[in-house]
């Protein structure tokens, strides 16, 4: 029977594991030091706590769980897997009223899109979010902003972007050169203009049949220069009072994030940002990586209209996912990533089936005291061992001969700079802690 | 629209969260002190790959994921949700060839089952296995027994009992009594000696048409007072040769699993035990709590057939599982998990919107050093703030008001004693270092 995997699904061998563990464990600690809580949700959702709000290719890209006995025979599905973790989230607040709010919440998990798989493209895949359920205060804003700026240098990344704007802003440009109801059409024109350029967005947009005026009058809002507040300044005589209104909150998340602790020069004011995601009503913002430039690596925005989808009462919220399979695989390319090492530090070895209840016994007393260590199961062979042990790359072995069993010590070689010493067992921890 | 969770799957709110990634962590920590390796499978696998490895009742309990595209619409289902987290490991052997031997993993990760939900008993539950893949060495069962008992330990269970068998002394059992075949109805009756006595079992043995001299050999073996290498001595003369190899191999597992550290009060030769699942083939166990008598909370064997069941290559293999759900429940019912904190140390108040920059730049600094920190981001009320704070669990208040403002120094309260220290914001670091 040939054996395969699942299509688009990956398994982690132990190094890149320890690698992907080591990654979760530095964005967590960076969650946690902002004050955000775990939380925990089941990998599959009623289907239609999951439909209708991603869209509709989101719709499609769900995978979708036969019910169970008779439900199966005809291919009725009533579950679906999970497609991020914003909206359990959303369905959580809704099912807690009680909760007090604000609620910051951390869930890192996978989530699963029957994306048809290419390179670096998976079906399963893990996001790492944070976000703020239950207060409007642009504070909340820029603290999603911020602990995903802070999560980032923690991973090593100096070289990036955070690129902030607001959904009013969006709706308002579309709104004043004439195209009101057109919003998607045109930013996803837009969205295009770094890869076909001014020319490019121009053609598609007259291909819409827009006339050569609104076409003017949004390339004079495109034009202005990203920036901070002087992007905003400008900005502000060219909008409506829907597009002022999130200028005015943009100004105080942009301040506010700078104030938390986010370099200048890693945050900037672009009108031309437009997240897909259709249950954003404030500011948005993603962050990129410059170099090498790998795109969106976090991305993040308000929601104030999400719960309200579940229930009658409506709580704001807002949000921020770090990509991590994305971040993964740029942090290798890069280098970022130390080796990775072996869960043991020593390895046991044993010298023959008379002297194993030695060796037992010395692996017994170095794991009694907090010493990661294997011992050899398989073999008598003393080269294969040391072949095993070189393999699994362990960085000391424990020798017990005759003659170590005599003197009551062990020996212990660092495989690295073939270095032994013999010591009593008992000084074995003591010398351990050392290294 | 109302709102619910899908049937059988439950939130983790976060003070439930901590205490599960608490016991996730010191468990993880006892399979890395005995040197396993973090494996990661997918959520998913091909549904040929799981079906047909945990007999029928598992196979029936699967949750099977339809086709995407128009495989949706005519529902076939082409995946299905990991049923155990063994079977993945078996495919990942058969689909790794080069892989070194023996391969120590632990995956500790939900797994997913179409069971009728119960009081303790869910759709999404988690299992904590290690196994050692490549090695036929009792030295590898041995270890698997006693990475169990040391993570019970490690948990704080002190009044649990490894039950051991082999299902070579089982089936050995079923063969000298002259009913070779029928294993499986006469494990099942005998299974039930706790619940419905000798006479029950009996009673239940003659409905099924067994001859007075076969229950009555039966009861001879099964007689034997559980207990070490005695319980093995007495079984030894009753068994035919099948039943004295598995002997043989328990003699060594429960001499080493002693060597290794597992109590001897903790461990026990059970003829009776008989483990459900399909594909195992040599040494079984299984870990009970005795008080409260809560039942099995670990279970494992050997299964040498299963990886080659995916590719000509037979792989040895034994492991264990751990039951987490059953676990905590326990744990928290026991009062043997503390009191969850909040992730923040700290919560950094806010006395107005004028001297919100200085909160927001002293959250920044805290954070900076290594501080876990809040920042109120919802109220200027004080009164709202401390309930909030209060409601958190959050041990410090960091207070600065004017007066803070002018000498440069924070309030830091104790919300549990009361008591206040003011001190420059530089030296709060140190002070926290102590707490």
Redesign the interface.
Known sequence: ?A????KG??????A???R??EVISRIEKV????????????????I??LTGKYGDEGDK?M????K?GRG?A??????A?RYDLTVPLA??L???PG????F??YQIA?V?R?DRPQRGRFR?FYQCDAD?A??E?P??DA?CLAVAA?ALGELGFDNFVVRLNDRRILRSMVQVIGEEGREVGILVAVDKLDKIGRDGVTAELKKMELSDEAIERLWAILDIPRGHAETLDALQPLLNAEGVAGIAVLREVLE?AL???VPAERIVIDPTLARGLDYYTGPVFEAEVLEPHIGSVAGGGRYDGLVG???GREVPAVGVSLGLERLITVMEELGMLGAEN???TA?VTVYSEET??HS??A??YL??A??????I??TYKLKNQLK?AN??G?PYGIFLGPSEIETGTITIRDFQSGEQSSIPLEDAPAWFSTK
Chains 1, 2 share one sequence.
């Open positions: 029977m054996v395969h995997l699942a699904a990956r398994d982690f061998l132990p890149t594991m320890r992907r563990k969650f946690e030091r902002f004050g955000f809580e775990p939380l925990g949700t089941p990998a599959f959702e009623r239609e706590t890209l995978f979708r769980i036969l169970r199966a005809s291919g009725q599905a009533d579950m897997l369905r959580v809704a099912m807690n909760m007090r709010l604000p910051k919440r996978p699963w029957a399963e703020i239950g207060t205060s504070m909340a603290e802070t506010l104030a938390m602790g989808m579940f229930s072996a869960s043991a390895i194993r209840s037992v016994a692996a017994r794991r009694d907090g010493v990661n260590t294997e011992l199961l398989h095993y393999a699994r362990i």
